[in-house]
């Protein structure tokens, strides 16, 4: 018997078609070993290469080959690219495609524990449903989706493999499969593919391994549990699969629901579209944690990080956060009262000043209640940044004049991509003072000294006629 991963490591260093170099093994399946190659103008891909055992069975090279046609045909980032496939002289058949920097979900979920954060596994799925979506509007159902089958790319991104058993349907309506046979991974295909049921595979076939890949991910293993792979199909084909929340006491029940219906043993009691899982999926996370899911799983970890950092004066992200997931810490300037400058009566002076305070006073009250409501209704804000008010926003609040927006300049606010800069109030100017211009002497008026001293205030009073 031939040790594929043995014959696999001793084609390293060879060229196919003098065109692809194969500079290291990166994994051995079933099927294929997958290689880090270069083109010979130094383009990096990847290089998927059959099994020689498997390479004289013309039905299984033509499935493998035909795995470039089905990814290519699905119009989604999500689908991995196929760029070229060809023989080598000694018969090698052999793929093309992208090379991708991350790790499959499988090795996730191991490293893990076999247990995933529900968050993580709800933002795979809706990537994933995205994928699917794609795939099923144009004729193309997967037929394989486990864990294994899917990258986690080092930004987050979820890519979909092995699209060589898909069932696609050609230009003359035909489905192109092998019929009667039975292909996928036992554990996480339903029950008419485990029965070979090749013309009651549809869309909903795909919604079952993904019911099947959230729940072994969220509960630490597959739907069902056999000891042999033939046992497990035959559980597939006979008994439902136990509810998520028996398994995974943790998981909200509302998403749990979600997986639930999907691996429903009737077609038509699980999601009838990718679209409508997704939907329920996104209504689902929602309710479970009070915020919309965001598009990938990117988000959650930016979020997490924007979280569990120390204020500063600026937090931004690339993703579509909302106002809660970043920090933004405004200082507060010292305000400096305006200095007046008095001659004449003090008395007078104080009373203006007295004046002047009640004046700005009320000016403060009718400022915005709400705390950080001028920032968030006068800050430019765009797609790349978010904020969230912290505590040092709310004293900010106080500070701020009656038209709601803030004394001093916010960051960012010159001119540059977030827009022209804004024009900042200044200090409302204090009225102007009284002043006391003293008027000739009456005759007969002793001004020497001018004025006399108030017994109560111990003021100086200017005196009549002075």
Same mark, same amino acid.
């Given at each position: 018997m031939v040790d594929d991963h043995a014959y696999?490591?001793?084609?390293?260093?060879?060229?196919?078609?003098?065109?692809?170099?194969?500079?290291?093994?990166?994994?051995?399946?079933?099927?294929?070993?997958?290689?880090?190659?270069?083109?010979?103008?130094?383009?990096?891909?990847?290089?998927?290469v059959l099994h020689p055992a498997l390479s004289?069975?013309?039905?299984?090279?033509?499935?493998?080959?035909?795995?470039?046609?089905?990814?290519?045909?699905?119009?989604?980032?999500?689908?991995?690219?196929?760029?070229?496939?060809?023989?080598?002289?000694?018969?090698?058949?052999?793929?093309?495609?992208?090379?991708?920097?991350?790790?499959?979900?499988?090795?996730?979920?191991?490293?893990?524990?076999?247990?995933?954060?529900?968050?993580?596994?709800?933002?795979?799925?809706?990537?994933?449903?995205?994928?699917?979506?794609?795939?099923h509007a144009n004729g193309i159902v997967h037929r394989d989706i486990k864990p294994d089958n899917l990258l986690v790319l080092r930004d987050g991104t979820l890519k979909v493999l092995d699209f060589g058993i898909a069932r696609v349907r050609d230009s003359s309506g035909m489905l192109a499969t092998r019929a009667g046979g039975t292909l996928g991974?036992?554990?996480?295909?339903?029950?008419?593919?485990?029965?070979?049921?090749?013309?009651?595979?549809?869309?909903?076939?795909?919604?079952?391994? #993904?019911? /099947?890949?959230?729940? +072994? !991910?969220? %509960?630490?293993?597959?739907?069902?549990?056999?000891? =042999?792979?033939? *046992?497990?199909?035959?559980?597939?084909?006979?008994?439902?699969?136990?509810?998520?929340?028996?398994?995974?006491?943790?998981?909200?029940?509302?998403?749990?629901?979600?997986?639930?219906r999907a691996l429903a043993k009737?077609?038509?009691?699980?999601?009838?579209?990718?679209?409508?899982?997704?939907?329920?999926?996104?209504?689902?996370?929602?309710?479970?944690?009070?915020?919309?899911?965001?598009?990938?799983?990117?988000? #959650?970890? /930016?979020?997490?990080? +924007? !979280?569990? %950092?120390?204020?500063?004066?600026?937090?931004?992200? =690339?993703?579509? *956060?909302?106002?809660?997931?970043?920090?933004?810490?405004?200082?507060?300037?010292?305000r400096v009262s305006p200095s007046a400058v008095m001659w004449g009566g003090l008395g007078a002076g104080a009373i203006a000043l007295a004046v002047l305070l009640v004046g700005l006073a009320g000016s403060r009250s009718e400022a915005p209640s709400k705390p950080g409501a001028g920032l968030l209704e006068n800050a430019p804000l765009d797609s790349s940044t978010v904020v969230e008010l912290s505590a040092a926003s709310a004293a900010a609040d106080t500070m701020e004049g009656a038209s709601g927006a803030p004394p001093w300049p916010a960051p960012g606010d010159a001119d540059g991509p977030r827009g022209p800069r804004r024009v900042v109030p200044a200090w409302p100017a204090p009225p102007p003072l009284p002043v006391h211009v003293p008027s000739a002497p009456s005759a007969g008026a002793n001004c020497d000294p001018p004025w006399t001293i108030d017994p109560v205030t111990r003021g100086r009073k200017v005196k009549p006629g002075c």
């Open positions: 696999a490591a001793r084609r390293v260093g060879r060229t196919l078609c003098d065109k692809y170099r194969l500079d290291a093994l990166v994994g051995v399946g079933g099927m294929a070993a997958v290689y880090q190659g270069a083109h010979r103008n130094g383009h990096r891909v990847a290089v998927k004289i069975v013309e039905e299984l090279r033509d499935r493998f080959l035909r795995e470039g046609y089905a990814a290519n045909a699905v119009p989604h980032p999500g689908a991995v690219r196929v760029l070229d496939d060809d023989i080598d002289d000694d018969g090698t058949v052999f793929l093309v495609m992208e090379l991708l920097d991350g790790e499959t979900v499988r090795e996730l979920w191991e490293r893990a524990g076999h247990v995933l954060p529900v968050r993580q596994v709800a933002h795979m799925g809706h990537q994933l449903l995205d994928v699917l979506s794609a795939a991974t036992p554990g996480y295909m339903p029950r008419e593919q485990a029965l070979g049921l090749t013309d009651e595979i549809d869309a909903r076939t795909d919604i079952w391994s #993904v019911g /099947a890949t959230m729940f +072994a !991910l969220l %509960a630490g293993r597959a739907p069902y549990r056999a000891e =042999t792979p033939e *046992l497990v199909m035959v559980l597939t084909a006979t008994e439902p699969v136990a509810p998520l929340v028996e398994v995974a006491p943790d998981v909200p029940e509302c998403l749990a629901a979600v997986v639930d009737d077609k038509a009691e699980r999601f009838q579209g990718a679209r409508s899982m997704q939907e329920a999926l996104a209504e689902a996370y929602a309710a479970a944690f009070g915020e919309a899911l965001p598009v990938s799983y990117l988000d #959650v970890m /930016a979020m997490r990080a +924007a !979280l569990s %950092a120390p204020p500063t004066h600026l937090t931004s992200t =690339t993703g579509g *956060l909302s106002a809660a997931h970043a920090r933004v810490s405004i200082p507060v300037p010292r």
